[in-house]
């Protein structure tokens, strides 16, 4: 991309399981419907409500591995035995056009994301205690012991990763993190930096 194109900006919401993503990534969306949202590729089964090309793109691990091994995406990572990626020529399109944005992948995804585009804005979510959090974990009812001690021993790991972060959101209340997450990315377009373009257009 030149230095005269206006980017657009590419906004990570991650965090640890249970932390609330999920939802302030949808709470986002409604408040800035100008935000584009990153469908990925996940080789989990559907749940009940999802929809092929809405919530993600459902593939068998055969597909996956050959869309991997044709360089079709950006990060990828296997989450509790399943595989996740993002695809690239989507998200290029966005960017590329001057549009933003957003993706809500885990810890791992976030941090390749940083690498590979460091102009990204990464916004790390938290409970405000574990205890929340393994609240937040029984709550779902979904899972086995064994699986929500495993979930909460990985997020004391995720956590220790926050400096890779550029915001700290601490998910207490969901209008208050969906608030927080708003002004983040409105001040980011702000940047000077995210400016060069326009301001050389009006020093012409
Ligand atoms: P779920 O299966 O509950 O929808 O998602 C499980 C985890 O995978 C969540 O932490 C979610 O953020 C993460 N995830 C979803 N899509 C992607 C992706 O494309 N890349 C990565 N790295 N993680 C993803």
Do not use: W
């Not at 050959?66 to 950006?74: A, R, S």
């Not at 990572?77 to 020529?89: F, I, R, S």
């Not at 944005?101 to 585009?117: N, P």
């Amino acid at each position: 991309m030149s230095n005269n194109q206006k980017k657009g900006l590419l906004v990570v919401i991650s965090g640890p399981s249970g932390a609330g993503k999920g939802t302030i990534h949808a709470g986002v969306l409604q408040k800035l419907p100008s935000l584009k949202k990153s469908i990925s590729v996940t080789t989990r089964q559907p749940r009940k409500g999802e929809e092929e090309g809405v919530h993600y793109y459902f593939r068998t691990v055969e597909q996956y591995m050959q869309m991997k091994q044709n360089g079709e995406f950006l990060e990828t990572a296997e989450v509790y035995k399943n595989y996740y990626g993002t695809p690239k020529a989507p998200v290029m399109k966005i960017l590329e056009k001057g549009e933003d944005v957003i993706f809500e992948i885990d810890i791992c995804g976030a941090r390749q994301i940083k690498q590979i585009y460091p102009e990204s804005v990464l916004i790390f979510i938290m409970p405000p205690s574990f205890e929340v959090l393994e609240k937040r974990l029984r709550g779902r009812a979904t899972d086995a012991e064994d699986v929500i001690l495993r979930r909460l021993a990985e997020s004391k790991k995720e956590l220790a990763t926050y400096k890779e972060f550029d915001y700290f959101v601490v998910n207490d209340e969901i209008n208050t993190s969906v608030e927080n997450v708003v002004s983040i990315i409105k001040s980011e377009k702000c940047r000077v930096e995210r400016n060069d373009a326009f301001i050389n257009e009006l020093l012409k």
